[in-house]
């Protein structure tokens, strides 16, 4: 009964060993692993060599004790790395494909195998992939995203997507812009830019998303606080749109186009005087554009009650240019009619 229990102890002990054993215990390996970090690439290639002739001669042993397919893995994702480092593409190639047959998925293998495929031209689809890979995990991914100029080729559709939302072509926007989030997915800028293809779609649900996107990858871009305004006002709301204004307005004080809105929006919550003070800045900035001035006549007359204040700023917008203005701009000109219609504001 003993012998028995020795026996099964010393099995057990056999086997917790064997479950042990990994590629790390395999001496060339390491010392190619210990290289590898040193960057002597040329010198970490031939003790991977001397690894895949252990690894190799192992598998012909009828009590292998260890995942010699996990092992082969590494080192030749590993060795083809090396090679990649070193200039030897076709040496790299064929280690990534040995790597591909084993384990179909492996995120370094398919980041070296897509420059090849950007040295071959097809330099989009070769930076999606590297990319997808480096989300994955890759280690070297990075490494070749940047060899490849994948930032440049994902600005590249970035401006392509610019273009044809400028021209008013959003489907094509959309595809060039969907494009470039593949390549450079963390740009804040590229949500932005489709965010106001969306808006311009009338999809304000998704340019929503596309602006919090682009807010939480902490762009500071003015524009986009303006953008989030534009679908607020779309669905009706005016204080979450004059608060992402005033954001706009606080990181670009001097922004023309915020003004206008911001104004609106006071317009739309009945905030008179926070309206005229908008429009007062926009005035600053445009001292010769007579449309600011009509709007405040409008604001002054219609729902201030403040003729006097209108009538200087109806004869302003007239002197201007503004059709609209010189109808009242000439009956504030006609003392006849100023007696007549002229009331105090309200206190």
């Not at 989300?135 to 100029?149: N, P, Q, R």
């Not at 959003?170 to 965010?195: C, H, M, Q, W």
């Not at 000439?330 to 009331?343: R, T, W």
Request: a positive charge; one cysteine or more.
């Amino acid at each position: 009964m003993k012998k028995l229990l020795f026996i099964i102890a010393l099995f057990s002990i056999v086997k917790i060993n064997a479950q042990n054993i990994t590629c790390a215990n395999n001496k060339d390996f390491e010392d190619g692993n210990t290289k590898f970090k040193g960057k002597s690439y040329s010198l970490a290639i031939q003790a991977y060599d001397k690894a895949i002739a252990v690894i190799e001669a192992d598998a012909k042993k009828p009590d292998l004790n260890y995942d010699i397919k996990k092992c082969m893995v590494d080192i030749y994702t590993r060795r083809a790395t090396c090679y990649y480092y070193t200039g030897n593409y076709s040496a790299m190639k064929a280690d990534a494909d040995k790597v591909l047959s084993v384990d179909t998925a492996n995120a370094d293998a398919r980041a070296l195998l897509a420059s090849t495929k950007y040295k071959a031209g097809s330099k989009k689809e070769a930076c999606t992939l590297i990319r997808k890979q480096i989300i994955k995990g890759s280690e070297i991914g990075k490494k070749v995203f940047e060899d490849c100029f994948c930032w440049t080729e994902g600005m590249i559709l970035y401006k392509d997507g610019l273009t044809q939302s400028n021209l008013k072509r959003y489907d094509a926007a959309l595809v060039k812009l969907n494009e470039a989030l593949t390549i450079l997915p963390d740009s804040g800028a590229i949500y932005a830019e489709r965010a106001k293809v969306y808006l311009e779609t009338n999809q304000p649900e998704k340019a929503m998303a596309d602006i919090d996107m682009a807010i939480a990858k902490k762009t500071r871009n003015y524009k986009v606080y303006y953008l989030r305004a534009q679908a607020d006002l779309k669905v009706d709301k005016l204080d979450s749109a004059f608060e992402d204004l005033n954001t706009c307005l606080n990181l670009k004080k001097d922004y023309y186009d915020a003004y206008l809105l911001r104004a609106e929006v006071a317009e739309k919550q009945e905030k008179w005087n926070n309206a005229i003070f908008d429009y007062n800045q926009l005035i600053k900035m445009r001292p010769d554009f007579g449309m600011n001035y009509y709007k405040v006549a409008l604001v002054k007359h219609n729902a201030m009650n403040d003729l006097l204040g209108a009538c200087d700023m109806f004869t302003a917008a007239a002197n201007r240019g503004v059709e609209e203005a010189k109808e009242m701009a000439a009956n504030c000109a006609n003392p006849k009619y100023m007696k007549k219609n002229l009331v105090k504001a309200p206190k």
